[in-house]
């Protein structure tokens, strides 16, 4: 069995501590068991290892996520990295090539597709597990997950089941609606039907018939080359609806979208996370503060107040849906993120009159972990080494770097730093164009 | 004539705006006539050249606000510091001791003594206008200005006039009555009680006379030598409730304490300042941003919002008399500060777990200036320049520097930088120890 965990969506609606490299499901805070905090896809991925589901967990995702999966499931989580975005469609067809030519699967192997971020409880694992049994024992092409509706959303497709149950538990389904309007969504309830959860069990031999609609081709990498190919449009549209025969198990238990800061902070289990001094006369305030600097409420109410090196939002608990629109107008770079190799914040920025700018970040890079070999056209960057150590790559010679040390970097000048133990330091660059996409990258046999 | 304003307090009702650095009147909040903002001491000035008093200011203040009040008001106004913290009356002692010793004024010479943060017109400066003339004509010993009150605080001092005008407005003075109970000052109102506002006009030789119950000296080095003989007590226990005669005159104008945010707020001409987006639905919500990163207010209301590189506040407008409380819990560096030479700002600190920190600040030196030759014993500094020019000393050395040179300053290296013009600085302190104290300074002779 395998299990395909999709990971999308830019997610401003948590701004600012979601921006356009850090969706909501890697916010590192809900509560682990061990006393930490993880993110949503480390929950989802935790509790998948809890379940009693033995699949092997594939993560479809793109480009720009890549480099946080990595760092926060770790070097050996298979990730499939989209071209570009089209829509759930090609990303799960592509998965889906991936599974057959590059893990060698079998036509007969179950797979099971889910989404990387919903809140939920072990039962939801159980579910998973029964749908796998279905999908196995042929009582449908494709069997899918329903959620029972707690409200009449305007935010989820509905599935209508078939009065008639399939066996144990399971129903035919009859039609699927798109996100309905409140009365069509009420008269759905009234029908029994489920919300869409988006998890949807099948044969992968079944996807690759569907996928060989659109690229017939004998190689993953074949198929990702030619990926424009595959139509934009959503698995539910091109799958769901199509299906001959598909089945639902409905899931009974707690399960929530956390998309909104007034859903998220309802399962906080602190009012205030970070360097926060609240005073006894606020009330329902939920402070986050990634901020190395204090923040103090005084007398606030209904709030949620949240602040990252991307911004500071404060924002009446009930109005919190609508962060998306403002926080679509500022079109700044993150100021932080999370790699492969670390993470880093940019805790300072200047511009002078004749266009010359300057931006100062702090670098953490994890032990045995590396930057890769690279130069800058346009920047010049000092480097800092304020703990741990490493080795420093400059135009092909190399060093031992650690506390104290202080290295510049013209502009032209190759470079790359590999941390022996786990390495900080602080980088100014200098330059008249200060952008990500200014670097050109070099293979370096370490 | 002379002008005395005394600059004191350290101003946490305003934080994070204010800090043990810079004091309320320091903060640039208000509107100036050019168009520009301007802070209460710059506003006093301002209005001071404004007004027909063609006396000559000198400032007494402590040693922290030395450099704020040099680089808001000009290196060329006089300047007197106490060698410690006492109170009003030894602090009114010294800076009448500098008049007389080093200024030459004469015992005949009238001094004004006001504070240097009250909000108001210029007929407050037509009263002191005749408050010296009443000083010149003898019509008192001492003479204050009295504030109509507006309600009764329980904040000021009040003076008691007797029935009977002396000539042309002026009243004599029957009793003082220090900050009472509210039913006290209602009782005061009905009397015709003035506030006290804290504006004294008396000539130099009355004070001096007090001056040498305590010390009786012949210089003003000598006096302020012996500045802790004088008791610590204030100006209006001391001089004004014992006076032979006391005049007040009433001032009926605008007059406001801006003390709290409550009070600042309402002055503000803008509700946003900085780098802030607001929606439409926020209400009577005012917020400064002083940091880059953006604020975003969603349905917010009846908010004060601040933010400064000290912290970040959250206030109900009607709560915002608590801060203090809270802010003096906070035992931080100051994070930005204004210096003789232009400012500086703390943009990162780490430490490690072995108890090694780093710290950056972006420093601003102003044309001309320059820090002082000094070394530290327990860091090592990194500067990097991003803008301007300047004459660097190491070690007697000396040598230009501009954008794109980089220093390394061990500990125990002699060092100073002077601008040549505008000069913007990235330094990098590490260490195991990062204080402002850790300094040894030397002459230098550029």
């Not at 993880?38 to 995702?61: C, F, N, P, W, Y």
């Not at 990498?221 to 539910?236: A, L, M, Q, T, W």
């Amino acid at each position: 069995m395998q299990i395909l965990l999709l990971s999308g969506g830019s997610g401003k609606r948590l701004w600012p501590l979601s921006n356009n490299s850090r969706s909501k499901q890697f916010i590192k805070l809900l509560n682990s068991p061990d006393g930490q905090k993880e993110s949503m896809v480390q929950r989802v991925i935790r509790q998948l290892g809890e379940s009693d589901l033995k699949g092997h967990v594939t993560v479809a995702t793109s480009l720009s996520q890549a480099d946080v999966i990595y760092n926060q499931l770790g070097e050996y989580i298979d990730v499939v990295v989209e071209p570009e975005r089209r829509d759930t469609f090609p990303a799960i067809a592509l998965a889906a090539s991936y599974l057959k030519y590059e893990k060698s699967c079998a036509d007969e192997e179950v797979v099971v597709v889910m989404p990387c971020d919903p809140f939920t409880e072990a039962g939801y694992f159980k579910v998973i597990e029964q749908m796998v049994h279905a999908v196995d024992d042929n009582v449908a092409e494709l069997v899918l997950m329903g959620i029972t509706p707690t409200y009449p959303s305007v935010k989820y497709g509905y599935v209508v089941p078939d009065e008639s149950k399939l066996k144990g538990g399971i129903f035919s389904v009859k039609r699927f609606t798109e996100k309905p309007n409140v009365a069509t969504a009420e008269y759905l309830i009234k029908e029994n039907a489920f919300w869409n959860g988006g998890v949807f069990a099948f044969k992968l031999g079944y996807m690759m018939n569907i996928v060989e609609q659109y690229i017939r081709a004998v190689s993953f990498s074949e198929i990702r080359s030619r990926y424009v190919e595959f139509p934009k449009i959503s698995f539910d549209y091109e799958v769901a609806e199509k299906a001959q025969s598909v089945a639902v198990v409905p899931f009974t238990g707690e399960w929530k979208d956390l998309g909104t800061w007034n859903t998220l902070t309802d399962e906080l289990s602190e009012h205030t996370m970070g360097n926060v001094i609240m005073d006894e006369e606020s009330e329902n305030t939920h402070v986050i503060n990634e901020l190395e600097l204090p923040i103090m409420c005084v007398g606030t109410r209904n709030l949620v107040i949240a602040a990252s090196n991307d911004g500071i939002l404060i924002s009446d608990k009930n109005k919190s849906e609508n962060i998306k629109t403002y926080a679509d107008l500022l079109q700044y770079r993150p100021m932080f993120e999370e790699r492969r190799w670390g993470e880093y914040k940019v805790v300072n920025t200047a511009e002078f009159s004749d266009g010359y700018k300057s931006l100062t970040k702090q670098l953490k890079i994890k032990s045995g972990k590396g930057i890769s070999y690279q130069l800058h056209r346009h920047r010049n960057e000092v480097w800092t080494f304020i703990d741990g150590e490493g080795v420093l790559v400059l135009d092909d010679i190399r060093s031992v770097v650690s506390r104290g040390d202080t290295v510049t970097i013209k502009k032209g000048v190759k470079h790359a730093v590999r941390a022996i133990s786990d390495l900080t330091f602080i980088e100014i660059q200098s330059g008249d164009l200060l952008v990500e996409e200014d670097i050109e990258r070099f293979d370096y046999k370490w």
